[in-house]
């Protein structure tokens, strides 16, 4: 392809090996931070992304794999950055930072960086990135902070690396804040490399095509993905539908989640008007991460197959009222605004089952996930701090039962038994299915499970728990039941703050159950086959076989 | 090494293909058969007494025969293996079942996991445990055991596999348990997961001791009744099978660990690609299979594939990772993916041409065999670029239709989308490319390697028409076609090495380890590594033998494998290992972080014997020397249009010989592309070598 060819607009041939090079271009990128990247949550549950911006901020190409948490996220932080360091200013080799959960994906952790790419001495596009560092400071990872400033170091955009070079207060800023600086500070150089390598097939994809620039490339590509989300949409009635749900909340104040979904022609908005004001816990989830969790769900249900960028979110609009969890104002506290963000999928999804219930699945029991993180002193004098992964079971859909232990929205990977083990003192005597924990329907709620833990050390634990649907259960939808509720209980029977961190006794014993899935359609129509299978398998119990389907052996 | 006659077997899916090579007269046959799908033994049977009368020898002259299956994989794939019995750890009957706990598609709403390869009322608990310095915390419950074998018994189950949690530190409760089941069901085959694979993970340790169990009945049978066979005709030399690590071991292995067979057939392709590499002297290799339904490409580094300690087996979304069964077994490392002649091209919902990675396979196949496929694909298009001919298709055995072809191109491609028949067969031509340099790509990139150094080996039947597209994407320089493209990967069953794998969990930080519990596994490790390959036919003297240790940073769930001297250690193997992790991880990923302590986990040994040093330099071939040049034919390049380009027959070019691209040179299993802005030239093993010249 020479420069002569690319006249011709674009074919059906040339934009596909375009598109597929600068989603190649991405994914080595990703490639490159994955394999530099020091923090688990990075290497083991995708919670990074790499993206590909035009001169205009306009994302065109992101990882292949990666969370939903980024979606849409890095452009507009881009343009935030713009406002602490004009564009004039930024220069080759630049490469600017920040953290602040309002410009970026919603809590401190996560680390934003972008870095311009010239051609030919011209700005053409930016090369970005986000990842979660092993630390940041302050509490930890817990989500009892009051305040944004007990979370940890807040970095408002600033050249990290200038013209290539560091910037050495900068880094000696973060350095002395955070606890494992030499991890932390190798992180930030991942994310750095991980955008040269875009950088450099930027240029060379280029060089190779023979465009001056993305411009009109990046038009192209654009309009064909908002195209297709357009199509989609428009295949739904116009119309208004409203759902809610209510949240265990913090400290027996309950949340509250409002939302309207409105179809208009190709256009869609997500009103989450009359959602409960932010509270003094991390609970709260700024407007970039509601817009990520509720634009993702849409993504799923409506335009699954095509590559993301910029065009397919173009005909969604999301909005929540300024001050409430779902767009809280500063310094709201968002260390665990998952709890919050994962949730919203649900309300979605109800509002869709309105029109489309065969485009939707019913909740999750990891909707939102549990999360829980034990540390102290091993037996060895071994200092340890270790987080437990796992997953509810998923909500069913008009095709299927939901999996057992599933996570959705999110989708973080599970390390074993034994690895887990290996590293901390934390001792696993049980981790099973759990019989009837799934919500009954024509398609049952995918299985939850239980863990039963004995922390072997002979001092007091720290124990954080973020966690939610204690008293409110994943629902079924379309007519399915609900899943089972959370429960986290010691071995004496009592039953630790939901979400703050506690102190154990040495030695402590506790079970936790991950709630089983809601269910989808009506139990009276599941296939007789189908309850037979459960029952000899252990999914149900031969009474709820008879109480939810009538079923008569 | 005179004398040296050896068979090589690879029992496919359709076909089970033969090599035959004499080292004494340096000739090389081949052969062809139809599995018999039923008793594959039939088959080999057949083919090895075929080839063997072909070649004129007789079966008891062999020196050996070496034998590789796609029967492993297939019965995972097709799901009509053996009814599985498990007895695990109390507390744990689920682990099959829960897995990873992830989607492996973000977007898809409707994901399909695979389905256990033991259902839940077929998974037993008995109370046991051993904790993670591998001590007793729970005794095995030894009635527990019986009970629950008798309960599998009388489910029918026609095998049992245990899996006990951090069995890998300690065995005994495995042990005792087989043990057990051994004395009250004495007929029924038991394997254990510690002697399958001794390696820390429950899901992949219980996912590999399964599907080991699942496809044993049926190996053992096979396996055993073939070897019976093949001594009634004769043969004498041993009968011995490719694993998928790509070592040659005895039948014993194949009878116990039937699993180590799964990638025996890649395997094989990716040592005869280091085979190729290494007599045309290139450092660093990418070893590129392309044929019906998919491509596979592995990279080589100075004569040593990748290897990679896991594989995922059965994807129920193919060539989706993420979305099979994970198992622990060392395999040489390749990438898969759904791009093959076969390929069907469509336009999506995007307006966008893609094509795979569904395939019209080879019924009803592409529109030219004129067999009743409407969807164009890749060979359809090369097809009507110029690339193959259609009167010398498979050696002119099939006559492909090109009319056919641009009005299925016409009619599914052309139409909607404003492209000529033209531009939409360069353009599925350029996509499937594109497709495979771009995982080729990423892949190289997650080893932080540099694509442009590499040298493509191209074999299969599409391999050398896309080589040369293939090349030019990845900005390569150099392409090698060895002769009889189709062949070429079943020698590799005849040049690998005699080899096996042992493994150790010792989990420990470095600063804790204890060398005399080190030496002492590897002592064991070595001594059994090399009681093996001497049973498979070993020069003694000629074994050499590796250590590896895969570690990682304490808190980091990414394990590096990492090179060991030979032994024994003393007390400075904490030093020597936190120096030998630290420099492989700055060599990797270009960092060294000395604040975070480092563990290891587990401990590899490979022993290996000599490779047979084959020096062919023919392969029994008659050239029809100076009668090389066939025509001319219009054929596409992407910077030209059409243009008229020389044809060649591959068996008219001799040693030496060289040509001024572009040129298409045909043979019997595939043709070869080499652009206008290349030369051409024939080695000394007939190998035909393109040069690609950038401007």
Known sequence: MKSTEHSKSFDPVSLEIMWSRLISIADESAAALLRTAFSTLVRESNDFTTVLLDEDCNCLAENSGGIPSFVGVVPSTVKAMFEYIPIKEWRPGDCLITNDPWFGSGHLPDITMASPIFYREKLVGFSGSIAHLPDIGGVGWASDGRELYEEGLRIMPVKFLEEGKENKIVGQFIRSNVRVSDQVIGDIYAQVAAQRICQNGLIQFLEDTGLPDLTELSTALRSRAEAAMREAISALPDGSWMSSLDADGVDERETHIDCRVTIKGSDLDIDFEGTSPQVASGINSVMKYTYAYATYPIKCALDPDSPRNEGSFQPITVQAPEGSILNPKFPAPVAARQLTGHLLYGVIYRCLAQIAPERVCAESGSTPTLRSVYGGIDRKGNVFNQALFAAGGLGANSRMDGYACTAFPSNTGVGSVEALESVSPLLVWHKELVTDSGGPGKFRGGLGQDIEIEVRSDHPIRFSLMSDRHKYPPRGIAGGGDGSCTVVQLSDGTRPNQKARTMLPAGARLRLHFPGGGGFGCPAERDRAAIENDIRKGYISLEAGKKHYNYEP | ?695
């Open chain 2, 1 to 695: 090494m005179s004398g040296y006659k050896k068979i090589g077997v690879d029992v496919g899916g359709t076909f089970t293909d033969f090599v035959l090579v004499d080292e004494e007269r340096r000739v090389i046959f081949t052969g062809k058969q139809l599995t018999s799908a039923s008793n594959p033994g039939i088959a080999i049977c057949e083919g090895v007494e075929r080839i063997a009368t072909k070649s004129g020898l007789r079966i008891d002259q062999l020196s050996g025969i070496v034998h590789g299956t796609t029967l492993v994989t297939n019965t995972i794939i097709e799901r009509n293996g053996a009814m599985v019995g498990l007895i695990t750890t109390r507390g744990f009957r689920d682990v099959l079942e829960v897995g990873h706990e992830m989607r492996y598609d973000l977007y898809d709403l409707f994901i399909e996991k695979p389905e256990p390869l033991v259902p839940r009322e077929r998974r037993l608990t008995v109370t046991e445990r051993i904790d993670r310095d591998g001590d007793v915390l729970k005794t095995l419950n030894e009635n527990e055991v019986i009970c629950a074998g008798k309960e599998l018994v009388d489910q029918g189950v026609d095998v049992i596999a245990i899996c006990f949690i951090n069995a890998y530190l300690n065995p005994e409760h495995e042990m005792r348990a087989v043990e057990l089941l051994n004395k009250h069901f004495p007929n029924m085959p038991i394997t254990a997961s510690t002697v399958v694979v001794p390696e820390i993970r429950e899901y992949e340790r219980a996912c590999t001791v399964t599907a080991n169990a699942y496809v044993l009945p049926r190996m053992r049978g096979y396996i055993s009744d073939l070897e019976q066979k093949l001594v009634d005709m004769g043969l004498n030399g041993p009968l011995n099978v490719m694993l998928s690590g790509g070592g040659i071991a005895a039948l014993d292995v194949a009878q116990e660990s039937p699993i180590q067979m799964i990638e025996s057939g890649p395997a094989a392709g990716a040592i005869s690609g280091a085979y190729y590499g290494k007599i045309t002297s290139s450092d660093a290799v990418i070893a590129f299979d392309m044929g019906g339904t998919t491509a596979k490409m592995c990279l080589i580094e100075d004569g040593e594939p990748e290897h990679s300690n896991s594989f995922e087996a059965g994807r129920v979304k193919r060539f989706y990772n993420g979305s099979g069964i994970p198992l622990k077994v060392p395999v040489i490392d390749l990438i898969e993916i759904g791009a093959g002649g076969g390929s069907i091209a469509y336009i999506d919902a995007m307006r966008l041409m893609k094509v795979g990675p569904a395939s019209a396979g080879s019924e009803p196949g592409p529109v030219c065999y004129g067999r009743g496929g409407e969807a164009p694909t890749v060979t359809d298009a090369d097809l009507l670029l110029g690339y193959l001919s259609p009167d010398y298709f498979l050696g002119g055995e099939m006559v492909l239709d090109i009319d056919l072809v641009k009005s299925a191109v016409e009619k599914k491609l052309a139409e909607h989308t404003g492209l000529s028949v033209t531009e939409a067969a360069s353009g599925i031509h350029a996509i499937v490319n594109n497709n495979m340099a771009a995982v080729t790509r990423r892949y190289i990139a997650e080893k932080g390697r540099d694509p442009r150094r590499y040298t493509l080996v191209a074999t299969g039947g599409a391999g050398p028409v896309h080589a040369y597209g293939l090349a030019k994407q990845l900005r390569l320089g150099r392409i090698i076609c060895p002769l009889g493209a189709g062949v070429s990967s079943a020698l590799g069953f005849l040049i690998a090495a005699p080899a096996t794998d042992r493994v150790n969990s010792y989990v420990r930080r470095v600063d804790d380890l204890d060398p005399a519990i080190v030496n002492e596994f590897y002592s064991k490790m070595e001594n059994s590594a090399i009681t093996a390959l001497l049973e498979a036919g070993a020069d003694g003297d000629a074994i050499t033998v590796n250590k590896r240790v895969e570690m990682r940073y304490v808190g980091q769930g990414f394990e590096i494998d990492v090179a060991l001297p030979d032994g024994p250690f003393g007390d400075d193997l904490t030093e020597l290992l936190n120096e030998a992790f630290l420099e492989r991880y700055d060599e990797l990923f270009g960092r060294r972080i000395s604040d975070v302590p480092v563990e290891a986990i587990t401990w590899r040994l490979t022993a290996s014997g000599s490779a047979p040093h084959l020096t062919l330099n023919f392969d029994g071939q008659e050239i029809d020397k100076g009668n090389a040049k066939k025509g001319m034919r219009d054929v596409y390049f992407p910077e030209t249009g059409y243009m008229p380009c020389a044809v060649y027959s591959r068996y008219g070019l001799s040693a030496g010989d060289g040509i001024k691209g572009p040129a298409i040179v045909e043979e019997r299993e595939s043709t070869v592309v080499a652009g206008p802005d290349t030369t051409l030239r024939v080695d000394d093993y007939l190998n035909l070598i393109i040069d690609i010249h950038y401007d």
